[in-house]
Antibody, heavy 122, light 108 residues
Framework: QVQLVESGGGLVRPGGSLRLSCAAS????????MGWIRQAPGKGLEWVAY????????HYGDSVKGRFIITRDNAENSLYLQMNSLRADDTAVYYC???????????????WGQGTLVTVSS | EIVMTQSPATVSVSPGERVTLSCRAS??????LAWYQQRPGQTPRLLIY???IGATGVPARFRGSGSGTEFTLTISSLQPEDFAVYYC???????????FGGGTKVEI
């Protein structure tokens, strides 16, 4: 059974940094592209970042480009999101999600974690 | 950036009725489109991908159609558990760029 468990959320001041983690189990983690998607309170979904199976290629949404970094550790079955220069509008629940198909990026997410809340406020 | 526009924002229907949700892309995305369902307090669930392919375990009453810039999700005979928010999402191949629509709330 696929399981994705996020951690690392919390309250941070504007301009601060935070690192999110996602522990994956129940599938061959290294075979799948992975992504981060966020949802501001009461709002819709926004794609944040996407990483290839080996971690050699990352892509970012325009609103986080240059501030956030997605990485992965296939030996530890873990996905990460380093968030720098945080702003109030980064406040959201951050979901870790698995791509639909193994090896080749499908661009859709069929398994999601429960999310971790990041609040940026002074 | 490809912008995804969903309509209506909210639709009110009764159990057993049929509802059609729309999603429009600002430029062609071919059939690189998915639909997700998000029930209150839950995480999103993939319903449809490739514009018309049902994800594993999704009931047949959910049907996706369309290509290019115009897409629809039809739910025939709404069940109580179908009252939720529905999002469309496009995937623009390379470099990857993914965008979600603003969502349509299906309410009783």
């Amino acid at each position: 059974q696929v399981q994705l468990v996020e951690s690392g959320g919390g309250l941070v001041r504007p301009g601060g940094s935070l690192r999110l983690s996602c522990a994956a189990s129940g599938f061959t983690f290294s075979d799948y592209y992975m992504g981060w998607i966020r949802q501001a309170p009461g709002k819709g979904l926004e794609w944040v970042a996407y990483i290839s199976t080996a971690g050699g290629t990352e892509h970012y949404g325009d609103s986080v480009k240059g501030r956030f970094i997605i990485t992965r550790d296939n030996a530890e079955n873990s996905l990460y999101l380093q968030m720098n220069s945080l702003r109030a509008d980064d406040t959201a629940v951050y979901y870790c999600a698995r791509d639909l198909t193994a090896v080749v990026a499908a661009g859709y997410f069929d398994n999601w974690g429960q999310g971790t809340l990041v609040t940026v406020s002074s | 950036e490809i912008v995804m526009t969903q309509s209506p924002a909210t639709v009110s229907v009764s159990p057993g009725e049929r509802v059609t949700l729309s999603c429009r892309a600002s430029q062609s995305v071919s059939t690189n489109l998915a639909w997700y369902q998000q029930r209150p307090g839950q995480t999103p669930r993939l319903l449809i991908y490739g514009a018309s392919i049902g994800a594993t375990g999704v009931p047949a009453r959910f049907r996706g159609s369309g290509s290019g810039t115009e897409f629809t999700l039809t739910i025939s005979s709404l069940q109580p558990e179908d009252f939720a928010v529905y999002y469309c999402q496009q995937y623009n191949g390379w470099p990857p760029a993914l965008t979600f629509g603003g969502g349509t709330k299906v309410e009783i």
